[in-house]
């Protein structure tokens, strides 16, 4: 049995990690709910910008944008492909980190192998939110830009339309043919699911997946039969909510993926609490044993000694 100074010297160890995990569950539970409350905000807004997308796409079936157009590539040409992966900036926060990972790499090597089946090369450049995924991609071999530096915490408008218009200007430019957003989406509070979907050329189910419950009847807010007139034109207000919806797609997975990473963190800090309240009772319970144990061995000696005296 353990003596009982490193028993006590344990309980104090463990109590001081379980006041520790729990601290960090609180602010990991604040930090999600600020951030939830952050996204229902805005989702009314970007909801209704990919709406007016696809009933002018819907409207207007002349409209030829590149941003919808995806473009071909001949035998032995190469696919230029970017990847915006949102990782955390730190750990202690589950699966979280190493899902967003482990989906990105299997989604590389299955671009690389499917196009090396069709005699097509591939090129891509990854762009990692946040110290932990940066870290381990370059470890594992994968190019990335070492430029490029976007904190995940407390995500803002503003960084969302800055990296949006780094994803314009390469892919106009010609730098990317294909641009995929690597975040994860909370679909519950228990249930976080990291996923890939294509930014640029825009994919319409990206869009639909914008829309209220999912449903793609844009224009609910027309009255049957209406008609809409755009101005100046149609190409125009195309052009123009084309870039409010990359914002609207960066800032929307940013939000989300603080908030999975806060939610992974609240649940891992939780688990961690538990197992510490656990080690508690178990430790205390040896420590009574082992002060037990030390009094009988106390009292043995003390009724040797008397009867020795006698």
């Not at 379980?18 to 409350?37: D, E, F, I």
């Not at 905000?41 to 209704?48: A, D, E, G, M, N």
């Not at 819907?58 to 941003?67: C, K, L, Q, T």
């Not at 750990?91 to 190493?98: D, E, S, T």
Request: aromatic share 10%.
């Amino acid at each position: 049995m353990e003596q009982l100074f490193d028993i006590k010297k344990r309980i104090r160890s463990v109590d001081q990690i379980g006041q520790l995990t729990r601290a960090m569950q609180l602010v990991s539970a604040a930090k999600m709910r600020k951030s939830k409350a952050q996204l229902a905000q805005v989702l009314p807004f970007f909801s209704l910008c990919a709406e007016s997308m696809l009933e002018i796409q819907r409207s207007n079936r002349d409209i030829d944008n590149p941003y919808f157009r995806l473009r071909k590539k001949k035998l032995g040409e190469t696919w230029k492909i970017g990847y915006f992966i949102l990782t955390g900036d730190q750990g202690l926060a589950g699966a979280y980190n190493h899902n967003v990972i482990r989906i990105s790499e299997d989604h590389i090597r299955g671009k690389i192998l499917d196009n090396v089946n069709k005699g097509l090369k591939t090129e891509y450049t990854l762009y990692v939110f946040g110290n932990v995924g940066r870290e381990k991609l370059a470890r594992d071999g994968y190019f990335v830009d070492k430029e490029f530096s976007f904190p995940i915490s407390e995500p803002t408008y503003y960084e969302a339309r800055a990296v949006a218009d780094t994803i314009r200007h390469k892919y106009m430019a010609g730098e990317f043919d294909l641009v995929y957003l690597v975040y994860t989406k909370m679909e519950s509070s228990i249930n976080m699911k990291p996923i890939i979907t294509r930014v640029v050329p825009v994919n319409t189910d990206a869009l639909v997946a914008i829309l209220p419950n999912g449903t793609n009847d844009a224009g609910m807010a027309l009255e049957k039969g209406a008609a809409l007139t755009y101005h100046p034109n149609p190409e125009d207000v195309f052009s123009f909510l084309i870039d409010t919806y990359l914002n609207a797609m960066l800032y929307g997975a940013l939000v989300e993926a603080y908030a999975s990473e806060q939610t992974a963190r609240m649940m891992a800090m939780d688990n961690a609490t538990q197992s510490a309240d656990d080690m508690l009772k178990d430790l205390t319970l040896k420590s009574n044993q082992a002060r037990q144990s030390k009094i009988t061995t106390e009292l043995i000696e003390l009724v040797n000694g008397a009867n020795q005296v006698q």
